[in-house]
């Protein structure tokens, strides 16, 4: 007992919070890690569809012409830098022309009132005067830039008409090579499709027509064997019935005959005591009805040994119809398990 509460107290205790703390912790970080490396293989997928792509355009010869899509969008924005500068240098003119309308207006007020001019105007027509003279200046720069401006803008709208003039000639130049590649690749693929319809025509259809008749021929020879082993097996039970039906008639036969001959003994001892007249034969056998005109009597063919048997004995009409309803019945029976076994 001491031994096992030494053991239990040297195991280590944990803290259920700070387990709960590493098992958020590990989660966190293998969250981070997963999509680090998603991340990661996201970039590297883009990177190798993108240089497919690089490699697929310049093998088609779609590298010029994405040269000159990017040459077109640097033109785009140069010419609206030069269009921004155009606004600004209309903007600096507009202002300079406002700006010397006010010093000519002012100069225009001192020269209507110059004979009550004092030395503050005097002093003052001299210094709008030489701003005058500066704003004019300042008005034909800005004049000038505005003009130069707009040729700039002129000049880069042409050369962005020129490179998308370009562009769309070599695009129609590389969808022109494309459109007569896929010409000659559906030219080549409808070919090969052809050669490999003539190709099965001539050894496809004739193997498989082979192949389908050696398989209808085995089925067919199947089939033979199998209906040969039920018609042998169907004769061999009709053998076998026809044998018992021989041989229960034999039987019935004799015990008909014994019947017969014990019964004519009796009768003739009974006459004899009674001193009665015995009538013959013809006179007790009773009269057996003839078939209508035109209609044949069908009597059913009794087995060789039966026929043997009966010719021996002397029956009686009853006993002679029941063999043949006997007979005909058995024929019946054997003769519908034929069928029944050649329809199966």
């Known amino acids: 007992m001491d031994s096992s509460a030494d053991a239990l107290s040297t195991l280590p205790t944990y803290n259920l919070d700070e387990v709960k703390q590493r098992i958020r912790h590990w989660t966190e970080h293998a969250a981070v890690t997963i999509r680090e490396r998603a991340d990661e293989f996201t970039a590297k997928t883009k990177t190798q569809f993108s ?73 003052r027509f001299t210094t709008l005067v030489r701003q005058d003279h500066l704003y004019e200046q300042e008005e034909h720069r800005a004049k000038t830039a505005v003009d130069d401006s707009e040729e700039a803008v002129e000049k880069e709208f042409s050369q962005l008409m020129r490179l998308i003039l370009a562009r769309y000639h070599e695009e129609q130049v590389w969808s022109d090579k494309i459109r007569s590649a896929s ?11 052809l050669l490999v319809f003539i190709l099965a025509i001539i050894l496809v259809e004739p193997w498989k027509r082979k192949r389908l008749a050696q398989t209808f021929e085995r089925k067919v020879e199947e089939l033979s064997e199998d209906y040969v082993k039920l018609l042998e097996g169907s004769m061999k039970n009709i053998d076998q019935r026809l044998v018992g039906q021989e041989k229960l008639l034999v039987d019935l036969a004799e015990d008909l005959a014994r019947r017969e001959s014990s019964s004519s003994a009796w009768s003739d001892v009974v006459v004899a005591e009674s001193g009665l007249r015995q009538v013959p034969a013809e006179q007790t056998t009773p009269s057996i009805p003839l078939p209508p005109a035109g209609v044949e009597e069908v009597v ?45």
């Open 183 to 193: 010409t000659y690749g559906q030219l080549a693929a409808l070919g090969l499709n």
């Open 51 to 123: 240089q497919l792509g690089a490699h697929l355009n310049k093998a088609t010869g779609y590298e010029e012409i994405e040269a000159l899509k990017r040459d077109v969008v640097a033109q785009e924005q140069r010419i609206n830098e030069t269009r921004r500068s155009a606004r600004q240098a209309k903007v600096a003119y507009e202002e300079a022309v406002i700006q010397r309308s006010k010093s000519q207006r002012e100069v225009n007020d001192l020269l209507q009132r110059k004979s009550t001019w004092t030395d503050n105007d005097v002093s």
């Open 300 to 344: 059913p063919e009794l087995p060789k040994t039966a026929r043997i048997a009966v010719a021996n004995v002397e029956l009686s009409s009853r006993t002679v119809e029941m063999l043949a309803i006997g007979t005909g019945t058995f024929v019946l029976g054997a003769l519908t398990a034929v069928l029944f076994s050649a329809a199966r």
